[in-house]
């Protein structure tokens, strides 16, 4: 058994390449750290064994012989650096405001284990790191809504094995559970929901369905049907239905204030992106071509006062008249109390 665990205490400090390879020395010193007692001989066999099984590469060419795992090494065996824990914390954080807790709780042994390399590393650098470094989404990201684990997994199972759903739905639009035969083909997350893309029944286009709102799920014994034409990519590419307003990219002329244009400056709107001087010493003209969609007019409402557009003509009539109807709307309102029962 001790032999065992200084078999995996050895491959768990192996780095997996490119990252620099250890050397012999630096392995022994590692493991006396960790308690074991081997000489360089021991070790030296130990490693020349484990490479049988493992896709471990020796840099016999310098003295001392330097250790670690191929590029292509897939498994859990790994060494944890700073870099790597970071990494998986970052995207643990990012992820918090995208997916439910009960999916992310899956990914909790690697980010357990990173939070224990930080928290045990001997500089205490990074003992407090998870206090100095926080994802902050650019704009207001809801809540992720709920999802149960089963539907995730068993969704996830059928779209990976090509296998139709027997499935209970509520639809938001219609007020009530369907029942059917499902057929996914894939998985889309846009911002705080998953929505599965998939036909029902004996449809054949293509819809998305939020996954929060699958009552039911299971594996069905109806055969899968195919859809050869469907690509993940290119729906997203040709634009989402129902977020995408044409297929026409937009050239966009818009005023823009100075604090935008610095902003725009460093992360731009498109790769058309232009900014020139005006007359004016507080406003900037801002040229871009921009996708035609629901994100892109949010955006622009977004910026306020400190964007205002010329063209095109129809969508700055556009933003004007969802601008007056806010205005409008709000003074209608202004009056409107809580009901009492």
Sequence with gaps: MDSVIRYISILELLPI???????????????????????????QRDLVALAKYYPIICNDKVRPHRWRFSEDYKGSFAAMDVSSAVSTILVNEYL?????????????PQLNRAKSFLQSHSDSTYFNWLEKVKIVPDGKVLMPAQIESGVWATVCEAIMSNKALDVEYYSRSR??????????????????????????????????????????????????????????????????????????????????????????????LSDTQTILETDSEEWLLLRAVIPDDRDMRSWLLSQGASLIVR???SLRDELLEEVASIQALSISLNGLGLKIK
């Design 175 to 268: 007020d009530k559970v369907h029942l059917g035969v499902f057929h996914p083909y894939g998985l889309i997350i846009r911002k705080s929901a998953t929505y599965v893309l998939g036909s029902y029944n004996d449809y054949e286009n293509v819809w998305q369905y939020a996954l929060h709102r699958f009552r039911s799920v299971k594996l069905s014994s109806s055969d899968f049907r195919p859809n050869p034409s469907f690509s993940l990519q290119c729906y997203i590419d040709d634009g989402e239905p129902g977020f995408k307003y044409s297929d026409e990219s937009l050239h966009l002329v818009a005023l823009i204030d100075k604090g935008l244009a610095k902003r725009l400056e460093e992360t731009k």
């Design 17 to 43: 390449a490119p990252k620099p390879s250890l050397s012999t020395k630096d392995i022994l010193e590692k493991l006396e750290h960790k308690g074991f007692s081997v000489n360089p001989r021991s070790l």
């Design 311 to 313: 063209e095109p003509v």
């Design 96 to 108: 918090l405001s995208i997916m439910p807790a009960s999916l992310l709780s899956q990914l909790s």
